[in-house]
């Protein structure tokens, strides 16, 4: 999720009571058992994270353009009960129809299934994302999920299959982006990597 390579304790299993000991400054999550505590990411990660929420919210969470009907948050930390050695998951974006989450709760984590997330991967935490995340998102009955490679310039679309995941396609560069869930309106990739005031394409 993050640019820096994440650690993990020894202690295994680890519980939500863990959480508590990681220090302020790093994200905690509980993947496949372990307590992986992650730094900061690097500003590229956060540029292309939070370009990423402006391409969504105005169409898709506040209907500008859009068809509205959605939250779109960063970092949320899910407990979704699902499987305990995946108790706190934090992915670097996610979305809920309002229809399965009416309005934002008011706790610290959400237990809300998702119906799309999104990670921003780094050579640090590429097999976190890939090897460890993504298969419990399908698990956990997420419809779709994206990874962005910043340094690659690339998204990759999912489509959840029972529990596994479809490739619906791999976009690059300046490409223009339309696809599940957000397929009701044409997404500029080159804005989560272009320099500021530069031209789009």
């Not at 009960?81 to 934002?104: K, N």
């Not at 997420?142 to 999912?158: C, G």
């Amino acid at each position: 999720m993050l640019a820096a390579t994440a650690r993990a304790p020894q202690r295994l299993p680890a519980t939500l009571a863990d959480l508590a000991t990681v220090p302020d400054g790093l994200n905690g999550e509980i993947l496949d058992g372990a307590l992986v505590m992650s730094p900061r990411p690097t500003i590229r990660h956060v540029n292309a994270a939070t370009g990423v929420v402006d391409l969504l919210r105005g169409p898709f969470q506040r209907g500008a353009g859009g068809p509205g009907g959605w939250w779109i948050a960063m970092e949320p930390e899910l407990h979704l009960g699902i499987d305990a050695r995946f108790a706190s998951v934090i992915p670097d974006l996610a979305g809920w129809r309002i229809d399965r989450m009416p309005e934002l709760p008011e706790t610290a984590h959400v237990a809300f299934i998702p119906n799309w997330v999104c990670e921003v991967v780094s050579s640090g935490t590429a097999r976190h994302d890939r090897v460890l995340k993504l298969p419990f998102y399908a698990r956990a009955g997420i419809d779709h999920a994206w990874l962005i490679d910043p340094l690659q310039r690339t998204l990759d679309a999912f489509e959840r299959s029972g529990t596994t995941w479809t490739l619906l396609g791999t976009w690059s560069d300046d490409d223009p982006v339309i696809v599940a869930p957000f397929d009701r309106v044409t997404l500029d990739l080159g804005a989560l990597w272009r320099p500021p005031n530069a031209p789009a394409g």
